[in-house]
């Protein structure tokens, strides 16, 4: 069945049933990953695709063993940025792909948009843009550089340039500022999208390890307000005491 006759039937089921079907390819013959989505199993201690431990170093383990136990007893932890605790800033890479909150996925033709509820964050993806050259990189910040290419089916985003104040997963995995981050997303079926994660990190690991998210579409989602400021100023009232 050609692809014309493909969205011709899509059309048509549309207007008879009173639903709209997504097409499966968007307009530059690409897969259509457009559209709203939630991570299924969220990983509060991010894994290898084989369920294990990552392969650190000896103080990187050690710092990892230190920020659980403490999050395990209850405990928050001085330096993490996640909005949850008390410092509000932005989650970083991996950890903000891995947030039980939507995320909303614009494709164009040259360029993805990927906005994410939480903490009302965003990251835009260039396609074919090209990979500075080590001593051209931007300065590190929290979602790094990223640039981001089609490999078959697959959209595959690189991603340098980050900092190393963030957290790699919600019970305080580190990394250093040599982090790297490469995401493949590849459609499994209409509503299933999943992103492997290739992390290399010659200071925190001692080889490069992967990782993998599935998530779900979700076509009566819609993103709500997440202000994390509003948080900070305006706690609850039973945290701040008031009545």
Known sequence: MSMRTRVLLAACLSAVTGFVALPA????????????????????????????????????????????????????SADDPDPAAALCLPHGVPRLLNEAQPIQILQKPKQVTV???????????????????????????????????????????????????????????????????????????????????TLTDPETFTAPWDAQLTYKRQPNLRLKEDACAEKLWHPPSSASGSG
């Open 25 to 76: 390819v968007a307009a530059e013959g690409k897969p259509n990953l457009g559209g709203v989505w939630l991570v299924e199993k969220p990983q509060a201690e991010l894994k290898t695709t084989a369920g294990k431990a990552p392969p650190f170093k000896p103080e990187a383990a050690r710092v990892y063993a230190k920020r659980k136990q403490a999050k395990a007893s209850g405990g928050k």
């Open 115 to 197: 906005l994410y509820q939480a903490n009302h964050q965003s990251r835009q993806f260039y396609i074919d843009d090209p990979i500075p050259a080590a001593d051209s990189l931007p300065d590190p910040n929290y979602d790094g550089y990223s640039s981001a290419k089609w490999d078959g089916n697959a959209l595959v985003v690189s991603t340098y340039s980050l900092n190393a104040l963030t957290w790699m997963d919600d019970v305080g995995m580190p990394h250093g500022e040599k982090l790297t981050v490469v995401e493949r997303y590849e459609l499994a079926g209409t509503d299933t999208l999943r992103v492997k994660l």
